[in-house]
């Protein structure tokens, strides 16, 4: 098999399915046949989300027990396991969210399986956004979250991509 890459068409790449199911498939079209095969069972269980949290709030209202509750709230939201969750957070930073320097965050999330439709981000969206306003007393208007499907060959780990893994 071939490994699929950006240029090629969305019925030859690989897709994460839903962690109900951990499992990641590779369809492969070939001429006059398409190869559905079963590439591992296991690799939902280590293809991990990336999130990115830059605000102008100071560090310290991002102890590590914020840190540890961001991570649970962030897994529950997206069915991931928590200790696959990667997080950074740079805090106390210039920023500007619609004209106004008031405290404002801004999330970048990124994952395999869970981030590639309106639907599932809808719903990702609520339940962190809850969080972030309770936790950290920002209203709807200063937070901002963008969601970026990822590919497993888009992610490298141990050496190779996780397509391989």
């Not at 961001?70 to 969210?97: F, H, Q, Y």
């Not at 999330?109 to 639907?119: K, P, Q, R, W, Y």
Request: proline residues 5%; hydrophobic residues 40%.
């Amino acid at each position: 098999m071939r490994h699929a890459d950006q240029s090629q068409s969305s019925v030859n790449r690989r897709l994460c399915l839903s962690t109900n199911q951990k499992a990641i498939y590779h369809r492969e079209t070939k001429p006059q046949q398409v190869i559905l095969t079963l590439v591992s069972s296991s690799n939902c269980d280590i293809i991990m989300p990336f999130i990115n949290v830059e605000t102008n709030l100071p560090a310290s209202k991002f102890p590590e027990d914020v840190l540890k509750r961001l991570c649970t709230t962030l897994a529950a939201a997206l069915g991931k396991p928590e200790d696959r969750m990667n997080l950074v957070v740079k805090t106390d930073l210039p920023m500007m969210i619609a004209g106004s320097s008031s405290p404002c965050l801004l999330m970048s999330l990124s994952a395999i399986g869970v981030t590639d439709t309106a639907e599932k981000n809808k719903e990702h969206s609520a339940k962190i956004f809850q969080f972030l306003k309770g936790e950290l007393g920002l209203s709807d208007d200063r937070i901002l979250i963008l969601f970026y499907p990822l590919e497993p060959w888009q992610i490298g780990k141990k050496g190779t991509v996780m397509s391989f893994l």
